[in-house]
């Protein structure tokens, strides 16, 4: 698989980085939620909406753009222990949506997120708790029914209900392809949200599987009453479903044992059309229709071109051929960004930076103009006003998680909103370039070195830092946690190896099956490039991971205790097989033994818990309570092996923690832990 074209991407990359004193950043400045996140536009451009952190909190901040002397104020907050902010989007002109997210732990595992919604105006006014479901009692009272809930399951879900998938969430703080499981195949959810209805401002359409058998039905709400009713009763094996922007459920997809299965329903027809259907985790490939476009009977659909992801616009009558719309010869296309009338505004791709193409011309000389004034910055349009007259964007980066800005179109006007992480400073974060290397077999990987501000690509304290996913990617983007180490004196590697997604078919599957062999193996020659091109002391060298990263870490300790100095595992996978019984983020256990392996004996051998006898370094791994991803009997059950061996093993459990341990004081407690675990075992220097 060719790289090259990548590496010469990396010079502006490294140019846009500005030489400063890397000074030490307090803990807390990486920990802390995002002061601006989920910025949202009201659709007359009145107000503006964000949620922000504030210690364990997430708070509701609002301005009323007309009012003299306007400044952002407080609405309202999650309250740390019970229950957490989401998302919020605008319902009507003043009237706003939100989402909070929760966890059941039952007897022994940790149950997917609950999630409920309440309306707000976005002045404070006329709360209403949107919660229907008497048995689980009311979130919002003392008196709630549902024992051991905390809700904590912050952005990582979606923040809108313009897409199934999130197209809203830039601020989840890891890349893992499951963090938008819980929108597809969680039957407890009461937040999604799927259209507004036609000429009713006080009504939307959401689903939800009302009795409970994985398949949603879609109810009419009424967002300031509460009440609701059916609008469409379920129909199985249809799971999810996408609507026109008019009120009017046109597609729909559902599982099949382990085929999904797509249906769309004609313009005036109410009857339902099966259009096929594509084994996942399979080389097979048919258009996979995502949105609804403004042509009649015409829907955007994503498939293959030349081996990559592309977008296309398909006929569900049948009568024309497929029209491919965008596509890009190195990298697979995003899901497209729609306005609110299903035309499109553009699609988000990534090669050695995230990338959206704009379909509107003026838009996309709005946003090269930008980027010629700001090099080395990413800029998104992450909503607009109605009329499009007023955008919000967000410039990005490897040191910025999000700067925001309003841009006034007829007065070509930028109007800086807030950042993300106003304390840190962005020049003692490092500098991350990608890179490419080559596997073993020949084959070019693609990743990225972050080294700490100032220093030289020379004898360096090496972190090797897989992704979680595995079909996910890592990015040029900030990280609360590459960031930290780099601002601690070390470099950082990361890499794309085969089984990540963004890479095409191919790429995605090569590693099917085969956790501990192709990826494992991609993952460590990376390793070994940075110790032969010199980059890293060979002395100096420890792997750490999150989710499946972690189960990577693990099995670096287990099998290359010669090349790694220690090993951090965060939520990380240490049994393939109890991983298929109970690691519910992955769907049904027919999908997680389709996707992990069904042979014993290499399950066996490719999980690290079987494997401890063989590990001979220092083994940091910590967990949260609330995990539903990865249960924390994952790190339980690995420390038990460990010390049964002799070998040397930490367990931090971080109570009520989840997989992405969201709030501030999880954070902070993991960011002293890996420092001092780092520090004892590589000793390197603060700067």
Same mark, same amino acid.
């Given at each position: 698989m060719n790289r090259s074209a990548l590496v010469a991407c990396a010079t502006a990359l490294l140019c846009s980085g500005v030489a400063a004193s890397a000074a030490t950043q307090p803990i807390e400045d990486f920990a802390r939620r995002p002061q601006m996140q989920g910025v949202t536009i009201s659709p007359d451009g009145k107000f503006i909406v964000f949620l922000s952190g504030a210690g364990d909190e997430t708070v509701l901040m609002t301005m009323d753009r007309a009012a003299a002397g306007?400044?952002?104020? &407080?609405?309202?907050?999650?309250?740390?222990g019970k229950f957490d902010i989401g998302w919020c989007r605008f319902a009507s002109t003043k009237r706003l949506l939100c989402g909070v997210y929760g966890n059941l732990v039952g007897k022994k595992y940790v149950q997917p997120p609950y999630t409920r919604m309440f309306a707000i105006d976005a002045d404070g006014k006329n709360y209403k708790s949107l919660d229907q479901s008497e048995r689980q009692g009311n979130l919002f009272t003392a008196s709630t029914s549902m024992r051991n809930f905390d809700i904590n399951q912050g952005p990582v879900v979606d923040k809108s209900f313009n897409s199934p998938t999130g197209t809203w969430n830039n601020d989840a703080p890891s890349n893992s392809a499951v963090a938008t499981y819980a929108s597809a195949f969680n039957p407890s959810r009461q937040d999604s949200v799927i259209d507004f209805t036609m000429g009713e401002d006080d009504t939307v359409l959401?689903?939800?599987?009302?009795?409970?058998?994985?398949?949603?039905?879609?109810?009419?709400?009424?967002?300031?009453?509460?009440?609701r009713g059916v609008r469409m009763p379920a129909h199985p094996p249809i799971r999810n479903y996408v609507t026109d922007g008019r009120g009017n459920p046109r597609l729909g997809w559902g599982m099949e044992g382990v085929t999904p299965s797509y249906f769309a329903r004609l313009d005036g027809d109410s009857d339902w059309r099966k259009l096929g259907a594509t084994q996942i985790y399979t080389e097979a490939n048919r258009l996979r229709p995502i949105a609804m476009a403004w042509a009649t009977n015409s829907a955007y659909a994503m498939g293959n071109y030349a081996g990559r992801d592309a977008l296309w616009s398909i006929d569900l009558t049948d009568k024309t051929e497929p029209k491919l719309l965008f596509n890009h010869a190195l990298v697979d296309v995003g899901e497209p960004i729609l306005r609110s009338d299903r035309s499109l505004l553009g699609v988000r791709y990534d090669v050695e930076r995230p990338y959206v193409w704009y379909s509107d011309e003026t838009l996309r000389a709005l946003v090269e103009r930008l980027e010629r004034l700001y090099p080395?910055?990413?800029?998104?349009i992450v909503d607009s006003?109605?009329?499009?007259?007023?955008?919000?964007? &967000?410039?990005?980066?490897?040191?910025?998680?999000?700067?925001?800005?309003?841009y006034d179109r007829d007065k070509d006007k930028l109007s800086k909103l807030g950042t993300a992480y106003p304390e840190l400073d962005q020049g003692s974060l490092g500098t991350m370039t990608n890179i490419v290397y080559k596997a073993t077999d020949g084959t070019e990987i693609p990743g990225y070195l972050t080294v700490p501000t100032g220093a030289q690509k020379k004898n360096l304290p090496l972190i090797v830092m897989p992704h979680d996913g595995p079909i996910a990617r890592d990015s040029w983007e900030f990280s609360f946690l590459r960031n930290f180490l780099a601002n601690r004196g070390y470099a950082v590697l990361q890499m794309n190896y085969r089984g990540s997604s963004g890479f095409g078919l191919n790429w995605r599957t090569s590693a099917h099956q085969d956790w501990g062999g192709r990826t494992w193996s991609d993952i460590h020659d990376a390793t070994r490039w940075a110790v032969a091109e010199g980059i890293a002391d060979p002395k100096r060298v420890c792997i750490l991971g999150w989710?499946?990263?972690?189960?990577?870490?693990?099995?670096?300790?287990a +099998?290359?205790?010669?090349t790694y100095k220690c090993a951090v595992s965060i939520n990380g996978i240490a049994d393939l097989e109890m991983q298929i019984n109970h690691g519910i983020v992955t769907g049904d256990k027919e999908i997680r033994r389709f996707q992990i392996g069904a042979d014993a004996e290499k399950?066996? +051998?490719d999980s690290p818990v079987q494997l401890a006898s063989q590990v001979n370094v220092p083994v940091l791994l910590v967990h949260g309570t609330k995990d539903w991803q990865v249960q924390p009997d994952q790190s339980k059950a690995m420390d038990v092996a460990l010390k049964r061996n002799g070998r040397q093993s930490r367990l931090v459990l971080?109570?009520?923690?989840?997989?992405?341990?969201? +709030?501030?004081?999880? &954070?902070?407690?993991l960011l002293k832990e890996v420092e001092n675990f780092l520090s004892a075992n590589l000793r390197a220097s603060a700067n």
């Open positions: 306007s400044a952002f104020k &407080r609405v309202t907050a999650s309250v740390p959401m689903e939800m599987d009302d009795d409970g058998d994985g398949h949603n039905s879609i109810f009419v709400l009424n967002i300031n009453s509460g009440n080395g910055r990413v800029h998104d006003s109605e009329d499009a007259k007023i955008l919000v964007i &967000r410039q990005s980066s490897d040191v910025d998680l999000g700067t925001y800005y309003l989710g499946f990263g972690g189960y990577s870490a693990l099995l670096g300790a +099998r290359n205790g010669e399950l066996k +051998r971080i109570k009520g923690g989840t997989h992405e341990l969201e +709030r501030q004081s999880d &954070r902070v407690l």
